[in-house]
T-cell receptor, first 114, second 112 residues
Framework: AQSVTQLGSHVSVSEGALVLLRCNYS??????LFWYVQYPNQGLQLLLK??????LVKGINGFEAEFKKSETSFHLTKPSAHMSDAAEYFC????????????FGKGTHLIIQP | DAGITQSPRHKVTETGTPVTLRCHQT?????MYWYRQDPGHGLRLIHY???????DKGEVSDGYSVSRSKTEDFLLTLESATSSQTSVYFC???????????FGPGTRLTVL
């Protein structure tokens, strides 16, 4: 069975500092991996996705993530945090191309300090 | 934005009453999903549909049923609401394969 672990329910960084949100997954087959962002009282918006085409994936708003099979990780980074990045971030995994839903991590709340 | 709407957006109901939430899409996607979001749990899959009249259970399906009579509509029913079903419910759609899912704005349900 697939699962996702996000290390740190809350992460605080200063504006302009590096953002690093950690995600580890388990999957019995090569997975599809996703990062979503949720702003208060809104739905989830896709940041980026890994579908085996390239291990370094670039997404919207300056975010990127690197797929590391040996570490079963898919960490999200951004070189310089903005105040507008404050939100909840979710990592998700999907096994195969069928109808099955996504399995989500519990989320990381990103706090940006001025 | 993907064309997904959910109704109602907010609902307060009492324990034991039936509740139906509606998800409507204009994208003609084959796959539709219902999730619930609770603090400390992320999002968990309730039910999903892979075509008209084709549905299956997810991780937390007890107490919920679904129906899909048209491609564009996916209904989630709580036959007899309980306080443990107080949550935010999200609908999602997907074109399938390894593609991403697009999420609706959510319905906040409170069961008193």
């Amino acid at each position: 069975a697939q699962s996702v672990t996000q290390l740190g329910s809350h992460v605080s960084v200063s504006e302009g500092a590096l953002v690093l949100l950690r995600c580890n997954y388990s999957s019995s087959v090569p997975p599809y991996l996703f990062w979503y962002v949720q702003y208060p009282n809104q739905g989830l918006q896709l940041l980026l996705k890994y579908t085996s085409a390239a291990t370094l994936v670039k997404g919207i708003n300056g975010f990127e993530a690197e797929f590391k099979k040996s570490e079963t990780s898919f960490h999200l980074t951004k070189p310089s945090a903005h105040m507008s990045d404050a939100a909840e971030y979710f990592c998700a995994v999907k096994e195969g191309g069928g109808a099955d839903g996504l399995t989500f991590g519990k989320g990381t709340h990103l706090i940006i300090q001025p | 934005d993907a064309g997904i709407t959910q109704s109602p957006r907010h609902k307060v109901t009492e324990t034991g009453t039936p509740v139906t939430l509606r998800c409507h899409q204009t994208e003609n996607h084959r796959y539709m999903y219902w999730y619930r979001q609770d603090p400390g749990h992320g999002l968990r899959l309730i039910h999903y549909s892979y075509g008209v009249k084709d549905t299956d259970k997810g991780e937390v399906s007890d107490g919920y049923s679904v129906s899909r009579s048209k491609t564009e509509d996916f209904l989630l029913t709580l036959e007899s609401a309980t306080s443990s079903q107080t949550s935010v419910y999200f609908c999602a759609i997907s074109a399938g394969g390894g593609g991403e899912q697009f999420f609706g704005p959510g319905t906040r349900l409170t069961v008193l």
